[in-house]
């Protein structure tokens, strides 16, 4: 759901939990349900139909499921890839998903397709229900920008909760809770109805570009030192960037949102 979700916010250019989605095509390689299954669930969040390919099966032997995708990718020439899932990607392919070099043979040709196309990959992949982390070779997770782990932290008393743990190589927030009320998707609310700290300067920030941190912290609902300490923290990770003179009342953008333009 999470996917549809984020497939129907590229396929019209919305916002996604609050960040800045741009609109494109979204190949869809949906090997683990019925295609009736997600062609409901896509029309249900929104998405575009004009700009969303679905791939529900590979014709040829898998041993030639690279040189499918490859095709099947430079065919659509999408904005997005989403494959579901790479158990199913790799079936054939693999004798034993534990074994590094195997699955770096079946993970490292999808990177490199992307890449050199310059489209974004999302690969969904099941999790180990003992630990939650990511199920086979440490290869696969190695293979990848960005490791997002989805659970539900308390499902007997909090069925709409959903939990993301993230781990990468760009910037990005660590732990964040958000919603589905089976309608749609958002960030959790933490105390008094309030979106999670950084997400609030990022919303203060996209909407008033150069502000400086001094302003953020008087547009923010929390203790001064907490807004100034997760400020230090987001240009040290790059959610932030000081297109200013000063380190010390650095003035604020958000990279890659387009508003941040104004402010470089």
């Known amino acids: ?15 996604f939990l609050g960040e800045f989605c741009a609109k494109g095509d979204v190949l869809v390689i949906g090997l683990e349900e019925f295609i009736g299954d997600t062609a409901r669930r896509l029309k249900h969040f929104g998405a575009n139909p004009k700009k ?27 904005l997005l890839v989403i494959i579901d899932s790479l158990s199913a990607y790799s079936r054939g392919q ?34 180990t229900k003992s630990t939650g982390r990511a199920r086979g070779s440490t290869a696969i997770t190695a293979g990848v920008d960005v490791v997002c782990e989805f659970d539900i932290p308390a499902e007997d008393t909090d069925p709409t909760l959903r939990r993301i743990r993230s781990v990468g190589r760009v910037p990005i927030p660590r732990v964040y809770d958000i919603r589905f009320d089976g309608d749609t998707y958002a960030l959790a609310v933490e105390g008094e109805g309030e979106a999670p700290i950084d997400e609030r300067i990022i919303a ?61």
């Open 204 to 264: 203060v920030v996209t909407d008033r570009p150069n502000i400086s941190a001094n302003d953020v912290c008087d547009a923010v609902t929390a203790r001064r030192s907490d807004v100034l300490s997760r400020i230090t923290a987001m240009l040290a990770t790059g959610r932030l960037r000081n297109v200013g003179k000063y380190a010390r009342n650095p003035k604020l953008v958000v990279p890659g949102h387009p508003l941040s333009l104004m402010g470089a």
């Open 1 to 15: 759901t999470l996917t549809g979700f984020l497939t129907a916010a590229v396929t019209n250019g919305t916002d």
């Open 52 to 78: 969303v390919f679905l791939v529900d099966r590979f014709a040829g032997e898998p041993d030639m499921r690279p040189e499918e995708f490859r095709a099947h990718v430079e065919a659509v020439s999408p």
């Open 94 to 127: 693999v004798q034993d998903d534990n074994n590094a070099s195997q699955m770096t043979k079946v993970v490292q040709p999808l990177t490199d397709v992307v890449h050199q196309m310059g489209c974004a990959l999302i690969i969904i992949h099941h999790a």
